[in-house]
């Protein structure tokens, strides 16, 4: 199976990663061939630390480096079994990159989008095919987390489903089988618990390093809600509450006004140094 990965940011970069590990062809495509470069530089990087670890032979690194190719060109993608889109978490973007893509890859590809709280459907829908498009939701950081949220859009062909599915295992993740839902599982449930956790913040005055030691040491989370807010991004999370706050209309999904205004200071977390905390 050959693998396109669109969009080699974060997530993309860490799913060109685990499709690599896993023996598969893969092309990653960026705007910029300096960003496609810093990505693969990225992956290089961590599967480099596996081997010093003993977690993986030299050989395989090597090989698993050699097995993926960049390009700024979809056309490249024209010999992809399975595209996985995991570009800006806008609908438009994602709209038009699906319609270029269809027009670029064989009849019978599939086109998966990583999107954390977009409907498929809707971004399906600008396809001609759209049994053809599924969701396949990775967790951040892709290569680490085991999730992957495979999810049915209203059109969504059984084989494709079930293909996308098997490419999750393939892929060394746990699958499981979601519907078009706004969130969809984790999502539904995390995004208004780590909006409440701000919110807490505001509420009681206690310190982003209290808060997280309690919700680390009180509640068994592996890493505390600040914490994980910065590794996701402020702005990946206003988006993604933004989007599930325009379909359900539940004030905790809302983005907290303190988020916003981090997001407005381009205080995003670990990506630009300083969130709730700061990175060196
Ligand atoms: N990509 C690839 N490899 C990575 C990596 C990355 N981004 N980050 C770390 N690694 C590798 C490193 O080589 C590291 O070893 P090194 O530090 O010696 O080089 C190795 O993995 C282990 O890293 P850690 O020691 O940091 O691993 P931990 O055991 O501390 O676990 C964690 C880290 C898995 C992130 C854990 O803290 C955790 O589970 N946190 C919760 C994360 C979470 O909830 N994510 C979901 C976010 S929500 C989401 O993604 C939805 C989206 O729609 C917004």
């Known amino acids: ?4 990965v669109v969009g080699l940011g974060a997530m993309g970069a860490g799913i060109a990663q685990l499709a690599v590990e896993a ?12 960003r496609a470069e810093a990505a693969r ?24 480096v050699g097995r993926l190719g960049i390009t700024t060109d979809l056309a490249d993608l024209a010999d992809c079994d399975v595209v996985i889109e995991a570009a800006f978490e806008d609908l438009d973007v994602k709209r038009e990159l699906f319609r270029e893509l269809e027009q670029v890859v064989r009849a019978d590809a599939i086109l998966a989008t990583n999107t954390s709280a977009l409907s498929v459907t809707e971004i399906a829908s600008a396809l001609e095919r759209p049994e053809r498009a599924v969701g396949m939701h990775f967790f951040n950081p892709a290569p680490l987390m085991p999730l992957v949220e495979i999810v049915r859009a209203e059109r969504t062909a059984d084989d494709v489903f079930e293909t996308a599915f098997a490419l999750g295992s393939t892929l060394g993740k746990t699958p499981i089988r979601c519907s078009d839902t ?10 208004p618990l780590l909006n409440d956790c ?7 005055g206690v310190t982003p390093e209290d808060l997280d030691a309690g919700m680390k040491h009180g509640a068994g ?6 914490a994980l807010l910065d590794l996701v991004g402020a702005d990946v999370h206003v988006h993604a509450s933004e989007a599930l706050y325009a379909k359900l209309r539940e004030p905790r999904m809302a983005p907290p006004p303190r988020l916003v205004r981090m997001l407005a200071a381009g205080k995003l977390g670990r990506k630009t140094g300083e969130g709730f905390y700061r990175y060196d």
Request: charged share 30%.
């Open 23 to 34: 023996g598969l062809e893969t092309v990653g495509r960026e705007v910029e061939l300096e």
């Open 41 to 64: 530089g990225t992956i290089a990087h961590f599967l480099a630390r596996k081997v010093e670890q003993g977690r993986l032979e030299q050989q395989a690194r090597d090989d698993a």
């Open 221 to 226: 989370w592996p890493m505390g809600p600040c």
């Open 198 to 204: 701000v919110r807490v913040l505001d509420e009681t």
């Open 182 to 191: 706004p969130g969809f599982v984790v999502n539904r449930v995390l995004i």
């Open 1 to 4: 199976m050959r693998v396109g």
